[in-house]
């Protein structure tokens, strides 16, 4: 249970849904409604589709890479580190300017730091089995998504506010994915010497 709910928390933050949908209301502003639901349902599905491979063979291609999930734990930890620590300081890498296309909105929610915390999470969390923890929390952080950006297609306007209140989500996101980050890492560098310290581990 600890798991999963780490898991969502995780990628809910990576994800940032805030972010997402001040991103697709400048994207689709000006549409009608029903292009506004075509909008965010074709969006939401390539950030499934995306996550869903990176956590299925995220795994599989750091064993081909001759890569081990703990060295792995590390670096991934480090980025989400770095990624919260850019999201906490208010980074402005998530500014985009006014564009029709729903790019980068896409490239954001399933950007290569999300992508790092999935596959993150699954070696993590899994031993080369299926990561069921890893995707319930795909899933759940893309319909959060999804909904949220109906709900901005229904209701949003010319509107630009709410800008405070975008600003300290993301903030607050920023530090759990930092917090999130950091937990990783020491985890996988623990788990690393502890293997190096095992009797024969050095051949």
């Not at 306007?157 to 993301?170: C, R, Y």
Request: hydrophobic content about 55%.
């Amino acid at each position: 249970m600890n798991e999963h709910l780490q898991a969502i928390v995780t990628v809910l933050s990576l994800v940032n849904p805030t972010i997402c949908a001040a991103l697709f209301s400048k994207a689709t502003a000006g549409d009608a409604m029903s292009e506004k639901m075509v909008a965010a349902t074709k969006a939401s599905f390539a950030i499934l589709i995306i996550l869903v491979i990176a956590t299925l063979v995220g795994i599989r291609l750091l064993h081909l890479f001759g890569v081990s999930l703990d060295a792995f734990m590390v670096a991934g930890g480090s980025v989400l580190s770095w990624m919260g620590f850019s999201m906490l300081a208010g980074s402005s890498s998530t500014d985009t300017k006014e564009t029709k296309s729903l790019t980068p909105l896409i490239l954001f929610a399933a950007s290569p730091g999300t992508i790092t915390g999935v596959i993150t999470l699954s070696a993590a969390h899994t031993k080369l089995e299926l990561p069921v923890s890893t995707l319930v929390a795909v899933g759940i952080a893309v319909a959060s998504t999804w909904l949220i950006l109906l709900m901005v297609a229904q209701f949003s306007g010319e509107s630009n506010g709410g800008g405070f209140l975008k600003d300290t989500l993301s903030r607050f996101m920023g530090l759990i994915v930092l917090a999130m980050g950091v937990q990783f890492a020491l985890t996988g560098l623990r788990a690393f010497m502890s293997a190096s310290s095992l009797p024969g581990a050095g051949g």
